[in-house]
């Protein structure tokens, strides 16, 4: 295969895009207070499959966000500068919605004052719009440079200022609470997973999704990319894991060691499926989750948005006890909720995806 021929689109790409969705969404939508181990979040130090879901789809976020701005050159120009700006935005207050729309259905629609500033979609945002614009001005060494530098940052934070300190002495709680306040934060935890400090990290996390995304686009043989990204997704992680004795790996205030050691899994997961996908040619399995990597921010916004509803108007908690009490198992129970409420969304992408309709947000 040679360099020129190797660069079509890669489905592997959308299909990695539409596995985390699918993840995102079940991991999101237990339908009881039961879940299994593998479907929870750690509750501070640790890693599980579900703290995998969101660092992959911000990996994916930099890949692509380096294949689209790699059409323009890089030029900076007020045009792409304004859509840059304009679509980081939009995602940011599409998360404010969907906060508003909980108060809303409290019945304090009026409630500003109240309302979450921080999220998902808040932070997909700003590492979208901070790792757009930076690409326009820096070369991509300087780009490898900068998130180097920003995770040397935040680990001295870190680990100077009580960052492992799961309190209200934690320096993420602080800052959150003197910049945003308290009123605007998450409150089931006295740190916040989305604010503003663990931010840094993750918008070094995007940009080492933006340099594996400069690998894929090199005029080299696919099969060499592949290796290439297989490699440095390995050395990636084998550095979050052996610092990880110095720093534990922690979701909540994505630590270096976390960003480290995700963004090192989801090159080599995006290494295997260029190879199995695309080299291999074996696609036929992949179409279910390519229909949801061609709408992802779409069908997350509108599971959200669902489970939103759903739950305000009781429709979860009957459907739900209608599988309590032919599961009796209530882990299995709240899985099997979880995974049917996915397929839903799935029966809304396929159709969407063999129309070709792709809905940008």
Do not use: Q
């Not at 660092?55 to 890089?74: C, E, H, M, N």
């Not at 948005?305 to 908690?317: E, N, T």
């Amino acid at each position: 295969m040679t360099a020129d021929s190797s660069h079509r689109r890669l489905l592997s790409l959308d299909v990695m895009r539409g596995i985390t969705v699918v993840g995102m969404i079940v991991v999101n939508n237990a339908g009881g207070p039961m879940s299994y181990d593998s479907l929870r979040h750690s509750a501070w130090n640790g890693l599980t499959p579900c703290d995998l879901v969101f660092p992959f789809f911000l990996f994916i976020v930099g890949v692509t966000t380096y294949l689209s701005l790699s059409k323009s050159g890089f030029t900076p120009s007020w045009p792409v500068v304004r859509k840059i700006l304009w679509r980081a935005a939009m995602i940011i207050i599409i998360g404010w919605a969907l906060h508003w729309v909980e108060l809303a259905f409290k019945g304090t629609p009026w409630a500003f004052d109240r309302l979450r500033l921080t999220g998902v979609l808040p932070r997909i945002g700003l590492c979208f719009g901070a790792v757009s614009l930076l690409s326009l001005y820096l070369s991509r060494r300087a780009m490898a440079w900068t998130a180097a530098a920003l995770l040397a940052i935040y680990a001295f934070l870190v680990c100077a200022f009580n960052g492992y300190i799961a309190d209200d002495t934690n320096f993420n709680a602080i800052i959150d609470r003197f910049i945003i306040g308290e009123a605007h934060l998450y409150h089931k935890s006295p740190v916040d997973p989305e604010g503003l400090t663990g931010t840094i990290a993750a918008i070094a996390h995007t940009i080492i999704g933006f340099c594996c995304g400069a690998i894929i686009k090199e005029r080299k043989p696919l099969s060499e990319r592949t290796v290439a990204l297989f490699a440095i997704g390995f050395a990636l992680a084998a550095t979050g894991f052996l610092l990880s004795e110095w720093m534990p790996l922690n979701k909540r205030i994505w630590s270096p060691t976390y960003a480290l050691t995700t963004t090192g899994s989801a090159a080599m997961l995006l290494g295997a499926l260029i190879y199995v996908i695309d080299i291999k040619g074996h696609r036929a399995w992949s179409r279910f989750f390519e229909s949801f990597g061609v709408n992802p921010l779409f069908l997350y916004v509108l599971s959200e948005f669902m489970s939103i509803v759903m739950g305000r108007l009781g429709y979860k908690a009957t459907i739900y006890g209608w599988l309590a009490d032919a599961i009796p198992n209530p882990y299995l129970a709240s899985a099997v909720y979880a995974v049917a409420f996915m397929l839903v969304l799935g029966a809304i992408a396929y159709p969407l995806y063999r129309r070709h309709i792709y809905i940008k947000l």
